[in-house]
């Protein structure tokens, strides 16, 4: 068995071998380019929906409420003569903004806490992980409706920015232990290797140890879960505002267009399909790049 | 086993505790006025009130505060709502239709993921395998409440098969096309995670002894990787209880089914917080009893565990 | 159901070997390329024999192994050459089903790693029983009974009761009985052993050795034992077959080899043992690094390495020289290193 296993195994050791190595595979990968160009392209809307439509999003004409799509109106307008190709285009914002910042968070907090758990044990460790525990007891898109709708009816004057925050805090306060858990054993796997102890009897301090040693062991795995991570909160963010305790109007996002146009799904099809083609294709270029980063830094999975 | 057994049940204890205590601490503990936006749009009917400080002792000390919450919990008492119907008296009459649906979406997640994910883990690369990939991959980049629109819109409005909305009966019939959208996440998760299994177990060396004991293929994979295939799989079902208990919350909604998840729905859309956050105080307890019960059985399938 | 071994009374020369390789290819194909894991290996055991197939890792001993039993992932492996013979039938010609009866019933192997060879979920008296369930058609509680005389018959204590145990639960040697257990359940005509003792303590290596000396003589069967302990294959081996980039290098009587061997890397093999007869002499250690599958040297594959090289060994591969009865080197100059061990 050793012998054609020692033949195709190329990954090498050294963390930096393992990332040359994951870039040489995400490169060869035709999905990766793919989902990578979509996800340029969310983002750029994101940043500057002004280089995708002149119109404004909030500019409503009540005498064209309700048109179907037409060259004037690539995507109709909705109930208020607002162009829904504009709101569109808007929207991208909201969610991007949402699962990247919440990707973020969650992975940086996540991947803090359970290196400093490993690293420091006792009380520390006992402290951060029953607490992860207690965390991963909720089932996170539920736990944020339990969060959310206790702050939607205190906060009901709130404005876009404190909702989006609201629903990115949650996000994160709801899904850091699984990081925690995952950068924790990594550590762990590694903290009482010899190369660890020679740093520390050299005299490197707790903070050297902790990013020099440790965390490129814990980053692999940590960016593997991340990279997958965007695509759910894209998803739970999306679901959150279409029960109407994530973002509310005026934030403009595609899980809010969903929700409201689904009064007019007989008469104005349209109002629901272009919001969902938007929503639904960044989810999947998420997942496809999750997986494709999933797929080059886990060899053994492939 | 008894042992594995009675420490699995003590560690459920302190998540039990915290969650209760964080969802308790955010319901009734937060700074200011609990009440405040408790009952929607206007303020909370002074009945309802005092009937909360009376059960929940809100002018007592934290501590009493939760043991009484607690208590009352035990009892399966989760309050009233604010025009003062018992909140367990919602929860009984939803209860049954929800029963129904959360069988038939386990059903079709653990059918149709399971059989998918080891045919396409045992044909790897074939036909069959890129269509579970690129199905799995459409399942999970279309969140569930997109496709229970879609379902209504496609197979209700527009062909007519199913009707839109669920009867008050809400009979198994009715429910298959509900059930099926609440699973379509974890199916494909299942599908996913079935794959890689059988697809790693089937490089795994005790494969290659029980291919050299001589055993024929149905058998090697019949019993030797599927069984070993099988509690990964098993503790998925467990984790998947939490997406599949959203999806009935979304679903329930937008098909108005009146279950559990409808009782959610329907109060969000009210920011009615008095039976929205006991409900889902009730899915989470649900959840984390039903992790339990696949750790113990977790126990049962994997003798390492049992006698560790 | 049973399988036609050549019957004690037949008259010698209607005998073909009990198993018999010829010019065995196997290929691995890769992303990276093509790599020639097995390289025309041939050789022959027969009942009460014991070959020694030795090599570093990556020789194509356990690959020539998993062919012989027919446990080759393929793909990537593929076996593009050679025939293998089994009481004179064509193992690689026969049909899927044929060739499942002839694992455990004709060949059986042991692995090094017993603790990843056994299923863990089911108790180890069931997996042996699984042998005569499935090839025997006997009842559960006739298995049950047959696996546990088993488990006595390679010593594990109280085998009864432990039969209920699982793989885990024992020890590594225990382990490894265990799975010799399951492999002689059958009484099969070849056992392979593919470096049994590896993953062992000494002790206990000396110990399943010896189990496995015992059953050979009891059972009379023809055993393979895939090594690069030197020490182990003096103890057991009658011949031994050397192997090196996919190749067989030398094919000797063991005590010919050990004494006299007819190729540089048996020779160097042997004197990067430590001997106690030689105190104080320096140890031997053969100089570079096993080749590259995937890229062989040119002409003889262990050129870059050899002290006798000349210019025919990087241009030509050398052919199996016939050094004498029974006897072959791949080695050009086989006569030089012969001569050169004769004052030893």
């Not at chain 3, 590896?198 to 496995?212: P, S, Y």
Request: net charge negative; charged share 15%; glycine share 8%.
């Amino acid at each position: 068995m050793s012998e054609p296993a020692s033949l195709t195994s190329s990954a090498g050791e050294a963390p930096r071998g393992l990332w040359d190595d994951a870039w040489d595979e995400l490169k060869r990968r035709p999905i990766f380019w793919i989902s990578a160009g979509l996800i340029l392209v969310f983002i750029l809307m994101a940043a500057f929906p002004q280089l995708f439509t002149r119109v404004d999003p909030r500019w409503a004409d009540l005498s064209l409420s309700m048109e179907p799509p037409s060259s004037e109106h690539w995507f109709g307008t909705d109930r208020q003569g607002r162009d829904v190709y504009a709101r569109t285009v808007y929207g991208a914002r909201a969610s991007i903004v949402v699962g990247l910042t919440a990707t973020v968070l969650t992975t940086v907090l996540g991947g803090l806490l359970g290196m400093i758990a490993a690293y420091r044990g006792g009380w520390v460790d006992i402290l951060i992980s029953r607490g992860g525990e207690i965390l991963l007891g909720l089932p996170f898109v539920l736990g944020a409706i339990i969060i959310l709708s206790t702050f939607a009816g205190a906060q009901s004057d709130a404005g876009p920015a404190t909702i989006m925050m609201l629903v990115i805090a949650t996000l994160t306060a709801l899904s850091w232990p699984m990081v925690a858990r995952i950068a924790r054993s990594a550590v762990y796997a590694v903290k009482s290797a010899d190369y660890v102890n020679a740093a520390r009897v050299l005299g490197a301090g707790p903070m050297r140890i902790l990013f020099r040693h440790l965390l490129p062991n814990a980053l692999a795995p940590i960016v593997v879960y991340g990279s997958l991570l965007i695509a759910t909160f894209v998803s739970a963010e999306a679901t959150l505002s279409f029960l109407g305790v994530g973002l509310r109007p005026p934030v403009i996002s595609w899980g809010v267009a969903i929700s409201e146009s689904g009064d007019f799904i007989r008469q104005a099809f349209y109002l629901t399909l272009f919001p969902t083609i938007f929503l639904c294709a960044t989810v999947l270029a998420f997942v496809l790049l999750g997986d494709a980063v999933r797929d080059a830094l886990d060899p053994k999975l492939r | 086993m008894g042992r594995y057994a009675l420490r699995r049940l003590l560690q459920a204890v302190p998540v039990v505790v915290g969650t209760t205590l964080l969802i308790y601490w955010m319901m009734w503990a937060l700074p200011g006025d609990p009440f405040a936006g408790r009952c929607g749009e206007r303020a909370c009917p002074q009945d309802y009130i005092e009937a909360m400080n009376a059960q929940f002792m809100l002018d007592q000390p934290l501590l009493v505060q939760y043991s009484a919450y607690m208590a009352n919990l035990v009892q399966f008492d989760f309050g009233v709502t604010y025009n003062m119907v018992p909140v367990s008296t919602l929860i009984a009459q939803a209860l049954p239709v929800t029963l129904r649906l959360a069988l038939i979406a386990l059903a079709v997640e653990a059918v149709v993921g399971i059989v998918a994910g080891v045919i396409a883990g045992l044909r790897r690369n074939g036909y069959f395998d890129t269509l579970v990939f690129v199905s799995t991959l459409v399942a999970l980049s279309v969140p569930i409440f997109v496709i229970a629109r879609f379902a209504q819109w496609g197979l209700g409005v527009n062909l007519g098969w199913i009707s839109p909305t669920v009867s008050n009966e809400a009979t198994w019939a009715e429910l298959l096309v509900p059930g099926a959208v609440i699973a379509t996440t974890t199916t494909a998760v299942l599908a996913r995670l079935a794959r890689t299994t059988i697809a790693e177990n089937l490089r795994a060396d005790y494969v290659r002894t029980a291919i050299a004991k001589g055993l024929p293929r149905s058998r090697v994979i019949g019993v030797h990787v599927l069984r070993n295939s099988l509690i990964p799989l098993i503790t998925l079902l467990g984790l998947d209880l939490g997406s599949l208990m959203v999806g009935a919350v979304v679903t329930e909604g937008i098909f108005n089914i009146n279950g559990l998840g409808g009782l959610v729905y329907n109060h969000i859309l009210r920011l009615d917080s008095t039976v929205v956050v006991p409900v889902a105080t009730l899915f989470v307890l649900i959840y984390i009893f039903a992790n339990l019960v696949v750790d113990l059985f977790y126990g049962v399938l994997d003798p390492r565990i049992r006698y560790e | 159901m049973a399988l036609n071994l050549p019957d004690e009374n037949e008259r010698p020369e209607d005998r073909s070997p009990l198993l018999e390789v010829e010019d065995l290819h196997v290929e691995f194909r890769t992303r990276a390329g093509t790599a020639e894991a097995v390289n025309g290996v041939s050789f022959t055991v027969d009942r009460g024999e014991t070959l020694a197939v030795m090599g570093e890792s990556g020789s194509g001993k356990s690959v020539t192994a998993q062919a012989v039993m027919g446990i080759l992932d393929m793909p990537p492996g593929a076996i593009t050459g050679g025939s293998i013979r089994f009481c004179g039938r064509d193992l690689l010609g026969m049909s899927a089903e044929e060739r499942r009866r002839v694992r455990g019933e004709g060949v059986s192997i042991i692995f090094q790693d017993a603790l990843s060879a056994l299923n863990p979920l089911f108790p180890v008296g069931w997996q042996i029983a699984e042998m005569f369930r499935v090839h025997r058609g006997a009842s559960r509680s006739e298995a049950n009974k047959r696996a546990v005389e088993l488990m006595d018959r390679v010593h594990i204590p109280d085998a009864r009761r432990r039969a209920g145990d699982y793989p885990h639960q024992f020890s590594g040697g225990m382990r490894q009985r265990i799975m010799i257990a399951m492999a002689i359940a059958l009484d099969p005509g070849v056992l392979i052993a593919d470096e049994p003792t590896t993953a062992l303590d000494v002790t206990v290596q000396a110990q399943i050795m010896e189990l496995l000396a015992e059953l050979q003589e009891e059972l009379g069967m023809a055993l393979i034992l895939i090594t690069h302990d030197l020490g182990v294959v003096a103890d057991v081996a009658d011949r031994v077959a050397v192997m090196y980039g996919g190749r067989v290098v030398e094919y000797a009587d063991v005590f010919d080899a050990y004494r006299r061997p007819a190729h540089p890397y048996t020779k160097g093999l042997l004197e990067s043992i430590p001997r106690l007869d030689q105190v104080g002499s320096d140890l031997q250690a053969i100089g570079g690094t096993p080749p590259s599958l995937m890229d062989m040297p040119l002409g003889c594959a262990f050129h870059p390495r050899c002290h006798y090289r000349r210019e025919t060994c990087v241009t030509t591969p050398p052919p199996m020289y016939t050094v004498g009865p029974e006897r072959a080197s791949a080695c050009h100059f086989y006569q030089e290193v012969l001569d050169d061990h004769g004052d030893r």
